[in-house]
Structure formats: structure tokens, C-alpha cells
Nanobody, 113 residues
């Protein structure tokens, strides 16, 4: 399983970014996927998850600002981030659960104040 994330960058507070992740390998698309993030000196934690059926779960800190979506035919998952805050600065990791958790390489999101 390979997870390739893209879309990170530097943005001012209040701005938006869209992260994309492509899953590849001999895998089923019908699994829970999502995004985790890890800020310097902190543990990695879940930001947003989406089941194969489209049910979503968000960390309290991003509710109302982030949305998650997926394209099962393309094995893609997306994270639309709006109203970004400096505390959203972190390395963002794509995640998928194929019997166990898999994470891709991170993509850095930096929000300047």
C-alpha cells in the first residue's frame, strides 16, 4: 500500500488549502481513509476520517472549517481546509485502514499569522 499526499504549503491565517491523497497498490477502496497531523513536539492525531459509505468524523478543533471527501473509483481522499489558523500548522499525513493503519509521507502545512 502506498499513500501519496500533496497540496501542502504556506498560507496566511484565514486562508484555505486543499490536500489530496492517492492510494495505490492491490487494495480495496472500501475502507476508512482520512488525515492525521503532527505538530512539532506533539503526538500525531486524527484530523478527519471518512468511511467507505461517506460517514465522516472530525477533530473538535477543525469542525466547521475542514471538510473531507473521497473518490472511491480513483482511490483518492481530499481534505479541504478553510479559515486556517496558525495552530493548524503541522505535517499532515494521509491514512487508510486496510486491516491495519497505513500512513503516507507527510505534507507540510504552515499557517502564518
Amino acid at each position: 500500500v502506498q499513500l501519496q499526499a500533496s497540496g501542502g504549503g504556506l498560507v496566511q491565517a484565514g486562508g484555505s488549502l486543499r490536500l489530496s491523497c492517492k492510494a495505490s497498490g492491490f487494495i480495496s477502496s472500501m475502507v476508512t481513509m482520512g488525515w492525521y497531523r503532527q505538530a512539532p513536539g506533539k503526538q500525531r492525531h486524527s484530523v478527519a476520517l471518512i468511511t467507505a459509505a461517506g460517514n465522516t468524523n472530525f477533530a473538535d478543533s477543525v469542525k466547521g472549517r475542514f471538510t473531507i471527501s473521497r473518490d472511491n473509483a480513483k482511490n483518492m481522499v481530499y481534505l479541504q481546509m478553510s479559515s486556517l489558523k496558525p495552530e493548524d500548522t503541522a505535517e499532515y499525513y494521509c491514512y487508510g485502514n486496510w486491516g491495519k493503519g497505513y500512513w503516507g509521507q507527510g505534507t507540510q502545512v504552515t499557517v502564518s499569522s
